[in-house]
């Protein structure tokens, strides 16, 4: 099944009505679910990943821009400059981006991250410890320059069975009001 035909993680779209109108990035998008997601809330989405192929799956999808780039190749950051109201990440890990996840984001911009953590190799791929967070690792990662608003960690049953860590960050202050259901 193709992530197209995979609805949006119940996780960004918890967290998607925080992000302030204007620029998105959904990185290692994929073929664009959550490109989609941001698109329809009125986000101007840059959809950034290395598979061209994955990537046609948005062509013509109003709102969303596909940017094909190999963020672990060397190459600079293809979007050096460029500050976002949000970024969404999920199932992907490089950790070298997280300085420049942090300095991409807008003040105000929120960070919705969700990916495999220690233990998932009990599930399945990914099981290489490199692309495994360990315990808390979002937290540290992000939690002494942005605004935790939620975190969490531990076994996810759905869409299946997994180790998870998810965390929804903002540059700046959290309003209170948004979060409330």
């Known amino acids: 099944m193709s992530h197209a035909a995979l609805p949006p993680s119940p996780w960004v779209v918890r967290w998607a009505p925080l ?32 598979n061209r192929e994955a990537l046609a799956a948005l062509q013509g999808v109003a709102g969303v821009v596909a940017v094909c780039a190999d963020l672990e190749d060397g190459s600079p950051w293809p979007l050096a400059g460029r500050r976002f ?36 190799e009990r599930y399945g791929k990914p099981s290489n ?12 990662a992000f939690g002494r320059e942005l605004t935790v608003a939620a975190f969490e960690q531990g076994r996810a049953e759905q869409p299946k069975p997994a180790m998870i860590q998810r965390l929804c960050a903002v540059r700046g202050t959290v309003d209170l009001v948004a979060l409330e259901p």
């Open 129 to 140: 410890p490199d692309f495994l967070l360990a315990p808390g690792e979002l937290l540290a």
């Open 19 to 50: 992000i302030r109108r204007g620029e998105a990035l959904d990185l290692a998008c994929g073929d664009g679910r959550h490109a989609r997601l941001l698109a329809s809330l009125g986000h101007r989405v840059s959809a950034l990943d290395r």
């Open 85 to 120: 109201a949000g970024i969404v990440v999920t199932n992907y890990l490089y950790r070298p981006l997280f300085r420049i996840l942090i300095e991409a984001l807008a003040p105000g911009g929120v960070l919705i991250v969700e990916t495999f953590m220690a233990g998932n």
